[in-house]
């Protein structure tokens, strides 16, 4: 009888704890997208077509990113390779082998020096692309999750944020760990000057850190 009690209790425990999160939400809802957006000019209908195809991944296209000269990118694919394109020539700039072929996210460093990328090895792995040698090869493993990455960003030559599967979100080499959602983070957001970070999470939250 005690434990009907206690799982009684524990229901309206959560009940209330479910209202308090109900009203401070309202509480912290000051405007509407709508209302945010009312007098701005509407855009009108945008037309997009394709501009370029980039050929040469086998297998599933996990991830891509933008270099910062708005030229080159870097792809992710379950073939096990990371490509770095130019996208006004669609040639290969380089094709680098992974070590594992379970790759989620990648990402490209502002300098266009570096790229990285992880998934389900748990570990940020970075190339370096300033090899004079023809083949490019990991210069850095980050191994400090304990779940898959969902997501990376580079901050600047020297820093790299990452998200995982194991609820956290983490500022290498090992400055910091961001640990506050209930769920794993799926994806994140860098502000362009850094100064800023979102993350977002199966737990249908997205946080803002700074």
Same mark, same amino acid.
């Given at each position: ?7 009684? +209790? ?57 270099? +910062? ?69 990991? +210069? ?71």
């Amino acid at each position: 009888m005690s434990n009907i009690n206690e799982l009684d +209790s524990l229901r309206q425990e959560a009940e209330t704890l479910k209202n308090a999160i109900r009203d401070a939400r309202k509480a912290a809802c000051d405007t509407s997208l709508a209302q945010a957006t009312a007098n701005l000019e509407p855009i009108g209908r945008i037309q997009m077509r394709t501009r370029r195809t980039l050929r040469g991944h086998l297998a599933k296209i996990y991830a891509m990113h933008w270099g +910062s000269d708005s030229r080159n990118l870097v792809s992710a694919s379950q073939d096990g390779k990371l490509i770095v394109w130019d996208s006004h020539t669609t040639n290969k700039v380089h094709a680098i082998p992974l070590r594992s072929s379970w790759v989620m996210t990648c990402a490209y460093a502002p300098s266009g020096s570096y790229v990285a990328c992880g998934g389900l090895d748990n570990i940020c792995s970075i190339y370096s692309l300033k090899t004079r040698e023809g083949n490019v090869r990991v +210069s850095r493993e980050l191994p400090g999750h304990s779940g898959y990455l969902s997501c990376c960003r580079f901050l600047d030559d020297n820093q790299i944020l990452t998200s995982s599967g194991d609820m956290t979100c983490s500022s290498h080499l090992g400055l910091r760990i961001l640990a506050g959602h209930d769920n794993r983070v799926s994806c994140l957001g860098v502000t362009e000057n850094g100064m800023a970070v979102a993350t977002g999470s199966w737990d249908s939250f997205l946080r803002i850190w700074n």
